[in-house]
């Protein structure tokens, strides 16, 4: 029967079951009980992961910036080192005196320790990170974690590296006389311990910098791993049983009514076409031709197997087409 409903009626096309994105709140509704409320969690923490590798690469950013910091502070610091010992052979050739040097040439190891200092001056003065005077002095405190603990951040100490936060004497320093050379050379080489302490102090900074940013980009890595595993594979086999169901019913609650729709309208047709026209009726045998009747006969009317015949015709209902249907 309902090949011919088909065949009566065209059917509206029926709606579409709604799509894996349309179903996926009915997909992770707890209804599955454990199972369900797992893949809600497991959504929920994907999601939340999102937030953690937006700190984790801020943080990385941090670490990243104080290592840069902290390496132009060393570069800085070894060309210090140089001046400082190019002042102390300078201090050591103009305090001898065994063999004494004339009073121009005192004057031009002079003129060059002087200059020196000078430079280590510039250098502390000039050298800077992202407009920090990194050789100036001073404490920066870094964001290297995602939480609150102490360990989520480091506290750099800025060196100053002047000449007189290296040693204070040095700054008054000259090489005029080789009494004052000798002086000068005792306390460059002050100085230089001190740089030497600096420069220590530094690499130990750098090198917490750098295993910070590697641990950030390790759990960077891992989270992003965790993310895309949580929201790319949320689906147990509970749940996509669930999936199942629940675009079966989805779609059954839409087709139903369409398909209730299309049956009560081929059920109108079919009734209101009720009035089918009837099949062709099926030509008599040609019979031999009746005797002719007599006057007596006519009269008589016709005969009672003709009039029986005829009644039987005319009680007979005139076939039409017959339908069956099933609902």
């Known amino acids: 029967m309902l090949s011919l409903i088909s065949a009566l009626t065209a059917p509206a096309p029926l709606p579409r079951p709604q799509s894996l994105a349309q179903t996926s709140a009915v997909t ?42 902290l390496q132009v502070a060393d570069l800085a610091l070894d060309a210090i080192d140089v001046a400082l010992t190019k002042m102390k052979d300078l201090a050591t050739q103009a305090s001898s005196t065994t063999t004494p040097l004339s009073r121009g040439e005192q004057a031009i190891l002079n003129a060059e320790f002087q200059q020196l200092r000078t430079e280590i001056d510039r250098i502390a003065d000039e050298t800077e990170f992202n407009d920090i005077k990194v050789l100036k002095g001073g404490q920066l405190t870094f964001k290297v974690g995602t939480g609150t603990a102490s360990q989520d951040g480091i506290t750099l100490t800025l060196p100053a590296a002047a000449v007189a936060n290296l040693d204070s004497s040095l700054a008054a320093d000259d090489l005029a006389a080789a009494s004052g050379a000798n002086t000068a050379l005792t306390n460059v080489t002050n100085a230089i311990d001190a740089l030497h302490t600096i420069q220590a102090s530094v690499k130990g900074s750098l090198v917490a910098f750098l295993g910070a940013k590697q641990n950030l980009a390790l759990s960077k890595a891992l989270a992003t791993a965790q993310r895309s595993d949580l929201l790319e594979k949320p689906v147990t086999l509970d749940t996509a049983d669930q999936l199942a169901r629940s675009v079966s019913e989805q779609f059954l609650k839409k087709a139903a009514p369409a398909i209730a729709g299309q049956l009560s309208g081929a059920v109108r047709n079919l009734l209101s076409s009720a009035r089918l026209q009837p099949l062709e009726r099926p030509q008599a045998p040609v019979q031999a031709a009746a005797p002719e009747k007599t006057g007596d006969e006519v009269a008589a009317g016709p005969s009672a197997s003709r009039a029986g015949h005829d009644t039987k015709s005319s009680s007979r209902l005139e076939p039409y087409q017959s339908v069956d249907f099933e609902v």
Do not use: Q, Y
């Not at 797992?38 to 670490?63: C, E, H, M, S």
């Open 28 to 69: 992770t509704a707890p209804r599955g009980g454990p199972t369900g409320l797992r893949d809600v969690f497991a959504l929920a923490a994907g999601a939340a992961r999102a937030t953690d590798i937006g700190a984790l690469t801020k943080a990385a950013g941090n670490a990243r910036e104080g290592a840069s910091l």
